[in-house]
């Protein structure tokens, strides 16, 4: 990544092992560059320190060879260690305002909001986008809030950074979502459970470019 | 704490909530000091980073009140976020380089070893000091392995750091540990779990100081 200020948070896919039903991340997270997607989260759940470590350098490996941002979900340590782009810290993740005393101004940190208040909040401790869901029902992150599409109209007309709309975003609802005029989308399923991952990232890239 | 070379590894605690029946860590971790721990190391398990960091802050702030220094178990992240003294790394967590690359020369990093390879790889990649253990059967961590009284005397032998011991050492054992020669002993239950904290750290201490 060049500069963080010219990222583009269009189409920002968040890694989740149990949606690739079975095939390999690696690979899958290639195919979802392929098509299109313009950043990476890597989220690993319950996996060892040693684990996860392991995936984000060979997915730093990968997104260097296409300079694509790397996102780190949560665990700051891991991020330092692969020299990740950025964190993506939820509501009980660290203090913004701490990984950003530690990260320094260079790296991206992301943080998710479900409220006017949360992106404030996070904005003012340093924030570079704000994730805001759930939009819609998914299956994919337990006990979710669950956000209207006018009130992250409300959110983004609220807030400076970028915002990013999160939760069981598909091509059904893709429109709808552009509509209320956010930065960009993250998805998981939509993209990583599909047959195709390739064409099922360009086809929602062309809707949100 | 001032340098790290002056640590005394002795009685080394290591938390763990659940050996607390119900009692606050913060509490007990005081009581501890009292009776004469040397060092702690914060572990928690299955808690969110928010969590983990708020519970390191505040223990934090006692180990600075009594001059001890504070290891965090695993996560490099919250040990940067509080300023801790270091880490421990098991191995399945960070490797100890990477892990050194950030933290610089002045943190502590421990590593837990249970085979003198390990523990001369770990010296190696700039261990401060070695864990070794399990040299009894004990509750408070699954699947360790165990490794015998001639073992960790052999370890110790080995490698030129400091090496302590865990798992299950108590008031019954901890003189046969003493004999090996290693350079302190690691505890949870014989001081988290005994009615009367400051006591128990305090006949320990006597009897590994
Ligand atoms: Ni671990």
Redesign the interface.
Known sequence: MKDKKTVNYGLYLVTDRIALNGRLLIDSIEEAILGGVTLIQLREKNT????F?EIALEVKKLVLKYELPLIIN?????A??VDADGIHLG?????PR??RS?LGDNKIIGVSAATIEEAKIAEKEGADYIGVGALFPTDTKENTRRVTLEEIKRIKESIAVPVVGIGGINEENIDAVKSTGIDGVAVVSAILSQNNIMESARSLRKRFA
């Open positions: 060892s320190s040693l684990e470590y949560d665990r700051m340590d891991i330092l260690a509501q009980k993740d660290l203090p701490v990984a530690i």
